[in-house]
């Protein structure tokens, strides 16, 4: 189940002091999702590997992981992840476009340990002129 979507990952980085924080996370979204309990040691040894786990990639930057692609084909559980870790978030934003119909853009943006969500749609001129129309009717 999901949709398919387009992510765009901007400067979402990962102190690594807060493994604990991933971790926890992890854990909570294995038991969640009713994987029954497929995050053992070997997939909780560091930051990488658990994010790998859930399809994303991150690289080192020192002091810092940077998340830099989702490798997965559909959006699932994805805000249900991100919510999850966001105390572990430093900063970043994630940008999402659907690819259906609706032409809807979704902006995740990680403040004080927190995701908060932005939703906007496309509205191309004509169907701007379509909907005034329609409440103009009314």
């Known amino acids: 189940m999901g949709i398919y979507c387009n992510f765009t990952f901007d400067n979402v980085r990962i102190p690594k002091d807060r493994y604990e924080l991933v971790k926890q996370a992890a854990l909570k979204r294995d038991k969640e999702l009713r994987r029954n309990n497929k995050m053992n040691d070997k997939r909780l040894k560091d930051i990488p590997s658990i994010f790998q786990e859930f399809g994303y990639t991150v690289t080192d930057q020192g002091l810092y992981y940077d998340v830099g692609d989702y490798d ?6 994805n805000e249900e992840f991100w919510r ?3 105390p572990a978030v430093e900063s970043g934003f994630i940008g999402l476009t659907v ?12 403040v004080g340990g927190k995701m908060v969500e932005f939703i906007g749609r496309v509205v191309f001129e004509d169907e701007g002129e379509f909907y005034l129309k329609r409440i103009r009717a009314r």
């Open 84 to 86: 999850a870790m966001a």
């Open 72 to 77: 997965g084909d559909k959006l699932g559980y």
């Open 99 to 110: 690819e259906d119909d609706s032409n809807e853009h979704y902006k995740w943006r990680f």
